[in-house]
C-alpha cells in the first residue's frame, strides 16, 4: 500500500517529493486516492496537505528518554525513532557510514547532521503513522537547521527530561545493553557533548514556548505521571 502511494505522489509534488507531500497522499483513502490525484494533475484541486506531529525528546545520556518513549507509544500512539537506535543499525548493517558512525559514538561525539537526518527521513517517509517521536535529537544546533532543511517541519513538542548528572552516570553504567558508549570515559564525554551543544538546543526551544521539562527522577511510573498531560491536553485540543 505504501509503495504504491509512494510512486503515486510524484504526480502531486511538483518540484520536490516533500514528506508533507508523501504525508498527503499517504492520508488519502485508496478509493479516492487515484480521483483525486487526477483532479490534482488536472490542476483541479490542490493537495491536501497535514502535517505531522512531532516530539523531539531530549535529556542527557542515561536520563530515560527511551524508556518513556516506550510508555509514550503505548498511551499516545507515536511512532518512536531513535536517533541513537537508527545509527546504531546503520553500523549493524555494515553501510557505508557504519565504521565512521562507530567511531563517533565510541568517543561521544556527534555524526554529521545530514546522516542522521537522511535516517529519520527514510524512517518517516515509510511510516503509515502522522504522530512521531523523535528521541535523542536535535543534539546540536547544526542538528537541529539540517532537519529544518531537510525536513521542513516545525516540532509541536519538545521534551526535556532534566536528570542529575551522578543519576545518569549510574543508570548508564547499570544499562547492561552491551553498547559500546557504556563505560565511564565515553560517559564524561557524552556529558560534556550534552553541556556544550545540546543544551543551546534545549534553550532555543525553551525560548519559543515549546519546551517541556520533566523532573526525572523517581520511578519510571512517577515520570510517566508528569508526561501524561502534555499528550492529553494535546489529544483534547485537536479534539475540541
Ligand atoms: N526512572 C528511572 N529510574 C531508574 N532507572 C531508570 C529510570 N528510567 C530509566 N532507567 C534505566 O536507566 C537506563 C537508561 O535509561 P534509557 O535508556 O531510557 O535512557 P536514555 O535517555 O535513552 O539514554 P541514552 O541517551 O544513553 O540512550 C536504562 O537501563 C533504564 O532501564
Ligand atoms: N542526534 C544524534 C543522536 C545520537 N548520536 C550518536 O549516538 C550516540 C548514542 O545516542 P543515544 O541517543 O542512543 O544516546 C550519541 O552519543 C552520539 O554519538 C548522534 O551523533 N546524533
Ligand atoms: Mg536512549
Given amino acids: ?97 557504519g565504521a565512521m558512525i562507530l567511531n563517533t559514538i565510541k568517543e561521544g561525539k556527534i555524526v554529521p547532521s545530514q546522516v542522521t537526518v537522511k535516517l529519520i527521513q527514510k524512517d518517516m517517509e515509510s511510516s503509515d503513522n502522522d504522530k512521531f517521536l523523535i528521541d535523542g535529537f536535535p543534539r546540536t544546533e547544526e542538528n537541529r537547521v539540517s532537519f529544518d532543511q531537510i525536513i521542513s517541519v516545525e516540532p509541536n513538542v519538545v521534551l526535556f527530561f532534566d536528570c542529575p548528572e551522578e543519576e545518569m552516570v549510574k543508570r548508564v553504567l547499570n544499562r547492561n545493553q552491551g553498547r559500546v558508549d557504556d563505560n565511564l570515559e565515553t560517559i564524561k564525554k557524552r556529558l560534556q557533548v550534552f553541556e556544550a551543544l ?26 510517566f505521571e508528569q508526561v501524561r498531560p502534555i499528550f492529553t491536553a494535546f489529544e483534547l485540543h485537536a479534539a475540541g
Fill in 1 to 97: 500500500m505504501w509503495r504504491r502511494v509512494v510512486s503515486l505522489s510524484s504526480f502531486i509534488s511538483s518540484s520536490r517529493t516533500s514528506f508533507v507531500a508523501q504525508t498527503a497522499s499517504r492520508l488519502n483513502t485508496c478509493e479516492s486516492l487515484t480521483t483525486g490525484i487526477a483532479q490534482q494533475a488536472k490542476g483541479v484541486i490542490a493537495p491536501k496537505e497535514k502535517t505531522p506531529f512531532i516530539t523531539f525528546v531530549l535529556g542527557g545520556p542515561g536520563s530515560g528518554k527511551g524508556t518513556q518513549c516506550i510508555k509514550i507509544v503505548e498511551t499516545f500512539g507515536f511512532t518512536h525513532l531513535s536517533a541513537g537506535d537508527l545509527l546504531r543499525r546503520e553500523i549493524a548493517s555494515n553501510s557505508a557510514d
Fill in 198 to 223: 545540546s543544551l543551546p538546543v534545549i534553550n532555543y526551544y525553551s525560548q519559543r514556548g515549546k519546551l517541556y521539562t520533566i523532573k526525572a527522577i523517581g520511578t519510571e511510573d512517577e515520570i
